[in-house]
């Protein structure tokens, strides 16, 4: 399994402004991604970082909003830029661990984002 | 394409009784299937997957769920409710070859007692 911490849990921002999240994990993983979860609905893939290449966007998604890094194994940030009242999610960190089944994924607590 | 269908919002049991949330899937070549369940200011918590093996699957909590290749379906069940199982169910399909889950809409479950 993996413990994640996520940095904040949840930050209420002004328009126009950016915040970046921190994601922490308790183990060495390759594959780390970054989903979110906007009010009411379900989770949406924003972009997959793997340690020491650029993060891969999903559709919808772009680098200059979301800008990602991923200096090691153990960590990761996501930062949402510019921010308008849309932003207002819950952003959530999420590893895949190797085990004897396959792989698994786990997810961090969340970031509770509010857009003002 | 991939995708994953929950087709209830929202279900309501009573505690002791059994419970069913429903899922289902469409992805190409084999799926791997998930459950998840998010608590009230929690983050999601792994419930059970389902690989390959025993269509029927044990996972934490008393949950199961049974593979049904033929309807497509990943059904989530129970046989006996709590009132600390209310929360919201994720089914989730990871597409082979590919790293990432896609989710469902989500159920929310309602245990009364």
């Known amino acids: 399994s993996a413990v994640i911490s996520q940095k904040p849990s949840r930050d209420i921002c002004q328009r126009g402004t950016s915040l970046t999240i921190q994601c922490q994990v308790d183990s060495q993983v390759t594959m780390m991604f970054w989903y979110r979860q906007q009010p009411g609905q379900s989770l949406t893939l924003i972009a997959t970082?793997?340690?020491?290449?650029?993060?891969?966007?999903e559709s919808g998604f772009v680098i200059d909003k979301f800008p990602i890094s991923r200096p090691n194994l153990t960590f990761s940030t996501l930062t949402v830029s510019n921010m308008s009242p849309e932003d207002s999610s819950i952003y959530l960190c999420?590893?895949?661990?190797?085990?004897?089944?396959?792989?698994?994924?786990?997810f961090g607590p969340g970031t509770r984002l509010t857009v003002l | 394409a991939q995708s994953v269908a929950q087709p209830e919002d929202q279900v309501n049991v009573a505690e002791g009784n059994p419970l069913t949330v429903k899922c289902t899937y469409s992805v190409s070549g084999n799926p791997y299937l998930f459950w998840y369940v998010q608590y009230p200011n929690r983050g999601l918590q792994f419930l059970l997957k389902y690989i390959t093996g025993d269509n029927l699957v044990k996972g934490s909590y008393g949950f199961e769920a049974e593979f049904n290749k033929s309807q497509t379906s990943f059904h989530l069940k129970k046989p006996s409710a709590l009132v600390s199982d209310s929360a919201l169910y994720f089914c989730?399909?990871?597409?082979?070859?590919?790293?990432?889950?896609?989710f469902g809409t989500g159920t929310r479950l309602t245990v009364i007692p």
């Open positions: 999420s590893v895949e661990v190797r085990g004897a089944r396959g792989n698994e994924q786990f």
């Open positions: 970082a793997n340690q020491g290449s650029e993060a891969t966007y």
């Open positions: 989730a399909v990871r597409q082979t070859g590919a790293n990432n889950l896609f």
